[in-house]
């Protein structure tokens, strides 16, 4: 039982509950348990179609193996980037701050031609010297990739900041003082602290990275079989009336973002002494 | 670097300099290597687009923001953005007070609900939309390819922001405070005035500029519902890939240097509006 005193529940209580439940359902829920029901209209027929279609093997094997890679290199890059944020003064930590969120607030379109224009193999910056150097960027996996890790960076450094602030510094300095080297502090102070914040972090991004769509669309080339991913692939199947297909992938691409999301909120102990 | 630490009154203050220190070789070297990163990935892409849009002049530009399509396109886009901004105001901040005040069985699952349209691909969200929004709707509403599509996908893909926003401030707000306000004669709508509003104000802001920016960016969302249609469901991000398409980069680039300022400017808002709070606390 929460320890603060209750309101008394007024009429009020109930219109407001009323109207956040139907807002909701009608918004999310219904249109999201439709599609459910779409996929499974023919028992399991959706699915066994569209997992032995070649094509949406691949697209499912190449988006998982492009969020892997996206997810890895920004929890990395996340973790550095949050650590020198809060923990070290340097010039310039303002502006990087400020820049950091900019991904989430560009159109995914924007950032395919954003890195077109770096990576293109004909007339971007970077791209024909690296493909003299034999590293294709544009239209492979690679640029997927960064198209991919692009869209998502902010996500772990959105979650790890506020907890590092939080946890203050005490209990590194102590246990540098007693002899833990950075990696050791890290390892068995810092990490444990932000486990929560982290896991999170990385589900969000994983989340953001198997459904991205628009940047993936410019910088792969969607090629079936080569370079089209999941998402791709469910506009070309529903386009193309494989409406089954489309139903089907969308729901495991759903299915996988959803359940990470419920299984985190289960683990993750409540912050508030007010929870449900 | 320790000249920047200025001593300062405020314990504020002085917990940052306790906290923070200045770079060791091996941050150092860290930092060089997150900002190379950083700058290969988004800076100089995104400087790029910059660059491009002015390679083809004034003319080029103008041309481009004058056309009557693109034109159509983001006035749209704005207009629509700002429609769904404003009824994530009101719901947003509705959504949080329920999910804060109330208790009721079922909570958590609204709670897991406010997430899914963060969660769930765009490209899917369009799907799921259709389904009860589309030509097939068991409810007999039909949006799809018209201008109300455009407003629904945006309210979709929205939804969390401005809940996310206000639900940790009105977490905070104790509601003593609002009691001692009643028992001394306030009225309920003085108590929201006076005590709610300007409490919550600036996380509602802030939830309502990344909803705004989120709005006036979509894409995946209306690739399904909306059908693109020229002058009227085509939205901004729609024009930049047909001129990308097209081989007309310049073009491509004007527009999103539009999208990127207007972005930007919800940003600078926003970290503005944060430090506000945060000198407050």
Redesign the interface.
């Known amino acids: 039982m ?1 320890s ?4 008394p529940k007024t009429a009020g ?1 109930y219109v ?2 009323g ?3 139907t ?2 359902f ?7 348990s ?2 459910v029901k ?1 996929t499974f209209d023919g028992g399991l027929d959706n699915l066994q179609t569209a997992l032995s279609d070649p094509d949406v093997v691949f697209a499912l094997q190449l988006t998982v193996y492009v969020a892997v890679w996206a997810v890895v290199i920004n929890t990395v ?1 996340g973790v ?2 949050s ?2 944020l ?6 310039g930590r303002g502006i ?1 701050s ?22 293109g193999s004909t007339n971007g ?1 970077l791209g024909p010297s690296l493909k003299d150097a034999g590293i294709q960027v544009a239209f492979a996996p690679l640029g997927i990739i ?1 198209a991919t ?2 869209v998502s ?1 902010p996500l772990v450094i959105r979650e790890l900041v506020p907890v590092l602030h939080e946890i ?2 005490d209990q590194e300095q102590a246990a540098r003082s007693l002899g833990a080297g ?1 990696w050791q502090t890290f390892r068995r102070i810092t990490l444990p602290s932000v486990k929560w914040a982290l896991v999170y972090g990385v589900v ?1 991004s994983l ?2 990275s ?5 940047a993936v ?2 910088m792969s080339g969607n090629i079936a079989g080569q370079t089209q991913t ?3 692939s ?2 070309e199947k ?2 193309d009336f494989q409406q089954g297909t ?2 089907a992938t ?1 729901f495991l ?2 299915l996988i ?2 359940a ?3 299984v985190v ?1 289960v683990l993750r102990p409540k912050e ?1 002494p ?1 929870g ?1 | 670097m320790t000249t920047e630490i200025q001593p300062a009154p405020g314990a504020t203050r002085k917990r940052r300099v306790r906290s923070a220190t200045s770079l060791t070789r091996s941050s150092g070297i860290g930092l060089g290597l997150a900002v190379t990163w950083f700058s290969l990935l988004v800076l100089i892409p995104l400087a790029l687009v910059v660059i491009q849009s002015a390679d083809g002049g004034w003319q080029t530009f103008r041309d481009t923001l004058t056309n009557s399509q693109t034109a159509a396109a983001l006035r749209l886009t704005v207009t629509q953005a700002l429609i769904v901004t404003l009824v994530n105001v009101v719901f947003g901040t509705l959504i949080a007070w329920v999910l804060v005040r109330d208790h009721f069985w079922g909570k958590r699952i609204l709670e897991v609900i406010i997430d899914i349209p963060f969660a769930l691909p765009t490209i899917v969200a369009g799907l799921v939309l259709l389904s009860l929004y589309g030509p097939d709707s068991p409810i007999g509403i039909n949006v799809a390819n018209t201008e109300r599509s455009v407003f629904l996908a945006l309210l979709f893909v929205t939804l969390p922001f401005v809940v996310r926003t206000v639900e940790p401030v009105l977490l905070e707000l104790d509601p003593e405070v609002e009691e001692a306000a009643a028992s001394l004669g306030a009225s309920r709508f003085t108590t929201l005035r006076r005590i709610l509003l300007p409490a919550l104000a600036p996380a509602i802001t802030a939830g309502a500029a990344l909803s705004f920016a989120r709005g006036i960016s979509e894409y995946g969302s209306l690739v399904l519902l909306s059908g693109n249609l020229p002058n009227k469901t085509e939205v901004a991000s729609v024009r930049i890939l047909t001129y990308i398409e097209n081989g007309n980069e310049a073009a491509a680039a004007s527009v999103a240097v539009l999208l990127l300022g207007v972005a930007l400017i919800a940003i600078i808002l926003l970290q503005v509006l944060t430090s506000v709070v945060s000198k407050r606390a």
Not at chain 1, 4 to 7: A, D, E, K, L, T
Not at chain 1, 210 to 214: D, H, K, M, R, T
Request: without cysteine; proline residues 6%; hydrophobic residues 55%.
């Open positions: 929460p603060r005193i209750r309101q209580t407001r509950r109207l956040v439940i807002y909701l009608l918004l999310v829920a219904w249109p999201v439709l599609v779409h890059f550095g980037v650590l020198l809060v923990r070290y003064n340097f010039p990087l400020a820049l950091i969120d900019l991904p989430l607030s560009v159109s995914p379109i924007v950032v395919g031609l954003a890195l077109l224009l770096t990576y910056l960064l890790a692009f960076l203050g510094t950075p969000l989340a953001r198997l459904g991205e769509f628009g669309k410019i999941a998402t791709l469910v506009e529903y386009q489309a139903y969308s691409l759903a973002a959803v990470a999301l419920v909120s508030s007010d449900d």
